[in-house]
């Protein structure tokens, strides 16, 4: 088969995959050793592709044979998929070749099961081998890894790889159990759980061998199961203490060629998996938790029309206005509308003088949206602003493709 | 009036000085035109700077001002130089703080222009693409590249870092660069056409965007976005754009419509592990069953079942409360900071612990998430006693000459509720099965003893309690 024939089917086999990030990790440049690479720490997006995605590492599987027979993947062993499989000098070119053409900023590998997890994980682990010893790479790599592949090959892999992951796949045990029979949520846990001590252990001791530097992440995929927004959110609330991963990616399920029959036939709307994104950004940076971003009295499903934040605050109107030249900075960030950076500056703005409507203009926040929530010397919303109203609002207010915020990279 | 002529109108030293010159001559932003590039009749008086006058005291501007400045100055709009110029006029003349006031116009517009060079310059890191030409000496990667601002001597050093092993250079309309491995030298401006206009690999490059693309998420805006459309004719995988959004939905439609079909070719499952074995009596058989217990809800928030670690015929068998984060993650007892006390201890005590079987109370670790950390929380009664079974067969298989319990739950666990630690400790006491036993404090309540002379008696107390086990050891 030729090498383009094979990259076309791994490069198709291996896009199910959402994560895409390049950032974090050790510093490092290629002055020092002369071959090519650097890793600066905040990752770059070199293409887009139309369906909205970055395209920053050359994303492909060593092979998609699999004995595997995941009913949402692709390569399941029962799917009709062509197959193929590169070498290990395949990749480890075609890597090289990307890089210096800056095309990419370095290499996102995963792999079908074949034979048994420690001959692939081997596989896997040979590459990122090659690039950084033979051929002085110095730049991101990234290792799917394979829960059950013995501690020494993940202690290898931890050693040459920036990040590492491994897939929880289903936000439950029993969404996991009926889509994906051979996986087990318990393995993939004790797994992730070894990472993060791995990861803590080479961090704490300098003299201790590198390790994972930019972390683990994981994904989830979304309306493959009954599973609600609540038990997404809830199973990322876990993931992220537990394990301290950096990332929780969550993956619309997306109809596949030659689909099995345990899916369903439409994909959810992918504004689902987009409200999802804003909530984990609300989780981890904004101070909300589950229990106000999807209540157990509702659906456990978040609303498809306005965006979390949004939503909380209609279920909450008793608590706006909130004083701008008052409110605490918990309470900015709960303002619709308020991102981060526009909180920082307004803290900032305060300590010299009061602030006032037109600072918000000038500031350009979405005035339409924040306006009937904030009150500052010259302005208080009128009397109560109906919620449909705002409803409409937001909805018009967003491009027709919502997309996600990157404020802190990916 | 007075009208500045600016050499390079991108170099903040430049610039820098001829505004000092200004402020110390006291002249009004508005008093005050400026310009680049070398304009015939005005040169002679004002093209060098004040540099013989004394210096006014003009007080010091924040650095902040500068690298935001020195950023503005790349940007190409004309007005950037009287703008940073009117703010630094302001900031020495009574709004010191005047940089805080992000609503401010000044300020903003200064934010702005910083932003769209800041954006420019990634955008040049990420849609550079080289295309190599091989020649003798070995291989050349040359780019065309067309920035908004004069971001190329700002991008340069990236590059440098990033291809230090390759000889490569940059051209665009403005100025070129070059890099030989050894030292990064700048040029003059170019032409698209000086580029090469093509490379062999770049084939590969398009099936993999072609391939990675999912017809079936099509986000044309979300990708314009962050790939605007006007750095699409240097970016060899553009061409493909069209096609693929054209395509999109017939190729969807086409996967929904689809049946599910019937696998042709045969992959083999995977060998089953080997297949879970009743408890035949090993304590081994126990720890994996115990994997699987779901007798309280501890299970589903924690990774796995902390069993019960050491000799299967120790003599001296050590139970603990329940276990914590590292031990959750590690999936052993006593690894965590009270398990390294622990060891220490053990080890004061002259007591090896690979000789001990050493368990909890209760098996599974329970928390509180708080963002990236978990808080320990206490079993109850219910999770407890869900777990006692196993620590009954712990016992039962191991059959240890003596226990010593670490804490509260564990000795009442082992004695009954009606024991009491602080009273109790360090008594050996016989058990129905003729077991001896005793309970000590457990070691994760030295950790958290705030004054340091308490916790080092403490400590001692402990090692005492422990080297109690010595005379069963052996």
């Known amino acids: 088969m030729k090498l383009s024939d094979k990259l076309a089917i791994l490069a198709d086999a291996a896009k199910y995959d959402a994560s895409c990030s390049s950032s974090g990790g050790q510093k490092r440049d290629s002055l020092k050793t002369g071959g090519i690479g650097s890793n600066e720490g905040m990752g770059i997006c070199h293409a887009y592709a139309p369906d909205g995605r970055?395209?920053?590492?050359?994303?492909?599987?060593?092979?998609?044979?699999?004995?595997?027979?995941?009913?949402?993947?692709?390569?399941?062993?029962?799917?009709?998929?062509?197959?193929?499989?590169?070498?290990?000098?395949?990749?480890?070119?075609?890597?090289?070749?990307?890089?210096?053409?800056?095309?990419?900023?370095g290499l996102f590998l995963s792999s079908g099961i074949i034979q048994s997890s420690d001959y692939t994980m081997e596989m896997l682990v040979q590459v990122a081998r090659s690039l950084r010893v033979e051929h002085r790479f110095g730049g991101y790599i990234h290792l799917k890894t394979i829960p059950d592949a013995s501690p020494e090959l993940l202690a290898e892999a931890g050693r040459w790889a920036d990040r590492l992951s491994i897939n929880v796949e289903m936000p439950t045990e029993g969404g996991l159990k009926a889509l994906a029979p051979e996986k087990d949520l318990r393995d993939i846990?004790?797994?992730?759980?070894?990472?993060?001590?791995?990861?803590?252990?080479?961090?704490?001791?300098?003299?201790?061998?590198?390790?994972?530097?930019?972390?683990?992440?994981?994904?989830?995929?979304?309306?493959?199961?009954?599973?609600?927004?609540?038990?997404?959110?809830?199973?990322s609330t876990n993931l992220y203490a537990n394990y301290n991963l950096k990332r929780v990616y969550y993956s619309a399920f997306s109809p596949i060629p030659d689909a099995s029959k345990a899916l369903p036939l439409r994909p959810p709307p992918l504004v689902r998996e987009h409200r999802l994104y804003q909530a984990d950004w609300l989780m981890r940076f904004y101070g909300f938790n589950v229990e106000e971003i999807a209540p157990a009295n509702d659906s456990g499903m978040l609303d498809l029309d306005v965006d979390p934040k949004m939503?909380?605050?209609?279920?909450?109107?008793?608590?706006?206005?909130?004083?701008?030249?008052?409110?605490?900075?918990?309470?900015?960030?709960?303002?619709?509308?308020?991102?981060?950076?526009?909180?920082?500056?307004?803290?900032?703005?305060r300590a010299h003088r009061k602030l006032r409507?037109?600072?918000?203009?000038k500031l350009r926040v979405p005035m339409r949206k924040v306006a009937p929530f904030v009150a500052t010397i010259d302005h208080r919303p009128r009397g109560d602003s109906e919620s449909s109203a705002l409803r409409h609002l937001d909805a018009s207010l967003h491009d027709p493709v919502p997309r996600q915020a990157d404020l802190f990279g990916h | 009036m007075r009208v500045v002529v600016l050499h390079d109108g991108n170099d903040?030293?430049?610039?820098?000085?001829?505004?000092?010159?200004?402020?110390?001559?006291?002249?009004?932003?508005?008093?005050?035109?400026?310009?680049?590039?070398?304009?015939?009749?005005?040169?002679?008086?004002?093209?060098?700077?004040?540099?013989?006058?004394?210096?006014?005291?003009?007080?010091?501007?924040?650095?902040?001002?500068?690298?935001?400045?020195?950023?503005?100055?790349?940007?190409?709009d004309a007005r950037r130089h009287a703008v940073l110029y009117r703010l630094l006029w302001r900031m020495t003349h009574g709004e010191r703080h005047v940089l805080g006031i992000a609503s401010d116009d000044d300020v903003a517009w200064c934010e702005q222009a910083a932003k769209a060079v800041r954006r420019d310059m990634h955008k040049m890191k990420a849609f550079v693409r080289f295309r190599e030409v091989k020649q003798l000496e070995g291989s050349v990667f040359i780019a065309w590249f067309e920035p908004s601002h004069a971001i190329l001597s700002r991008v340069a050093p990236f590059f440098v870092r990033r291809f230090a092993g390759m000889h490569w250079s940059i051209l665009t309309p403005a100025r070129s660069v070059h890099w030989d491995g050894q030292t990064l030298t700048f040029g003059a401006g170019a032409q698209k056409g000086d580029a090469p206009n093509e490379d062999a690999l770049e084939a590969l490059w398009l099936t993999y965007f072609a391939n990675v693309f999912n017809p079936a998420r099509l986000k044309v805006q979300a990708m314009k976005n962050e790939m605007p459309v006007r750095y699409w004719k240097n970016l060899p995988e553009a061409v493909l754009i069209p096609g693929l959004?054209?395509?999109?939905?017939?190729?969807m439609d086409a996967m929904v419509q689809s049946a599910p079909t019937t696998p042709k070719k045969h992959i083999p499952a995977p060998v089953e592990r080997i297949a879970m074995s009743l408890p035949d009596g090993s304590i081994d058989a126990l720890r994996r069953q115990a994997q699987q217990c779901r007798a309280c809800?501890?299970?589903?928030?924690?990774?796995?079942?902390?069993?019960?670690?050491?000799?299967?015929?120790?003599?001296?068998?050590?139970?603990?409360?329940?276990?914590?984060?590292?031990?959750?993650?590690?999936?052993?007892?006593?690894?965590?900071?009270?398990?390294?006390?622990?060891?220490?201890?053990?080890?004061?005590?002259?007591?090896?612990?690979?000789?001990?079987?050493?368990?909890?109370?209760?098996?599974?670790?329970?928390?509180?998430?708080?963002?990236k950390r978990r808080l320990h929380a206490r079993a109850n009664a219910q999770e407890q006693a869900a777990c006692r079974p196993w620590l009954l067969a712990e016992i039962e298989r191991v059959a240890p000459k003596a226990i010593v319990c670490l804490g509260a739950m564990a000795a009442q666990a082992i004695f009954g509720r009606s024991f009491r630690l602080l009273e109790q400790r360090g008594q050996w006491i016989d058990l129905d099965d003729g077991t001896r036993a005793f309970a000590t404090v457990h070691p994760s309540y030295l950790l958290r003893l705030p004054d340091e002379r308490a916790r080092h008696e403490a400590t001692a107390h402990f090692v005492r309690d422990l080297s109690m086990l010595c005379e069963v050891m052996t």
Not at chain 1, 313 to 329: C, E, I, S, T, Y
Not at chain 2, 306 to 315: L, P, Q, S, T
Not at chain 2, 318 to 345: H, K, S, T
């Open chain 1, 311 to 349: 939503a909380w605050a209609l279920r909450h109107r008793g608590q706006f206005p909130v004083d701008l030249n008052h409110a605490p900075k918990e309470m900015l960030l709960r303002v619709p509308g308020l991102g981060v950076r526009t909180v920082q500056r307004l803290i900032g703005m």
């Open chain 1, 189 to 235: 846990r004790r797994a992730m759980g070894r990472l993060r001590l791995g990861i803590e252990e080479a961090k704490s001791d300098k003299k201790a061998p590198r390790f994972a530097p930019a972390g683990q992440s994981t994904q989830m995929i979304v309306g493959a199961d009954a599973s609600s927004d609540r038990d997404v959110l809830s199973s």
């Open chain 2, 297 to 371: 809800p501890l299970w589903e928030p924690a990774t796995q079942t902390v069993f019960g670690e050491g000799r299967d015929d120790a003599r001296v068998m050590v139970i603990g409360e329940q276990p914590g984060d590292q031990e959750d993650l590690a999936g052993r007892p006593f690894v965590g900071p009270a398990g390294q006390l622990f060891d220490r201890a053990l080890a004061q005590a002259g007591i090896a612990r690979d000789a001990l079987y050493i368990t909890n109370t209760v098996k599974h670790f329970k928390f509180e998430p708080r963002g």
């Open chain 2, 245 to 251: 959004i054209r395509d999109a939905t017939a190729r």
């Open chain 1, 357 to 361: 409507y037109t600072d918000l203009v």
């Open chain 1, 54 to 105: 970055c395209i920053s590492l050359l994303k492909i599987l060593l092979t998609n044979f699999c004995i595997y027979d995941c009913a949402y993947c692709i390569n399941r062993r029962t799917s009709n998929v062509q197959r193929a499989r590169f070498t290990v000098a395949e990749v480890v070119q075609l890597t090289m070749d990307f890089y210096r053409r800056n095309y990419i900023e």
């Open chain 2, 12 to 76: 903040l030293a430049e610039w820098r000085t001829h505004a000092r010159a200004l402020l110390a001559d006291g002249l009004l932003p508005s008093d005050v035109q400026w310009q680049v590039g070398e304009i015939a009749g005005l040169l002679p008086a004002d093209a060098s700077p004040a540099d013989d006058k004394p210096a006014v005291k003009t007080g010091t501007v924040p650095r902040e001002f500068l690298s935001l400045a020195d950023t503005v100055l790349a940007h190409a």
